[in-house]
């Protein structure tokens, strides 16, 4: 079992970059690691998600222009750098392990606390 806490969330300006990051309880090298996020009124969304070995990535196409997930095991940390953020990235982002893929919410078998993120005009 594995206990995750989003954190590096915060109120930004349009434009502006964040790094969120992800630490986990235990150890994370044998989960496929994720992001989401979920909007007011909206559904959780899937952001992107990085392999056992951190070496490869797969975002979301809505954002694959603007954010690197990365991983490190050693750590047992994940990370969402996010740039030129826009008011519609607004949301609260969550990390996810997973032990098959995490490329939707249903595969996910541990979800972390979410991190809010701001961003205004």
């Known amino acids: 079992q594995v206990q995750l806490v989003a954190s590096g969330g915060g109120l930004v300006q349009a434009g502006a970059s964040l790094r969120l990051s992800c630490a986990a309880s235990g150890t994370i090298s044998r989960y496929s690691m994720g992001w989401f996020r979920q909007a007011p009124g909206k559904e959780r969304e899937f952001v992107g998600q990085v392999n056992l070995s951190g070496a490869t990535t797969y975002p979301a196409d809505s954002v694959k222009a603007r954010v690197t997930i990365s991983r490190d095991n050693a750590k047992n940390t994940v990370y969402l750098q996010m740039n030129s953020l826009k008011p519609e990235d607004t949301a609260v982002y969550y990390c996810?392990?997973?032990?098959?893929?995490?490329?939707?919410?249903?595969?996910?078998?541990?979800w972390g606390r979410g991190t809010q993120v701001t961003v205004s005009p």
């Open positions: 996810a392990a997973c032990l098959s893929v995490c490329s939707h919410s249903a595969l996910v078998d541990y």
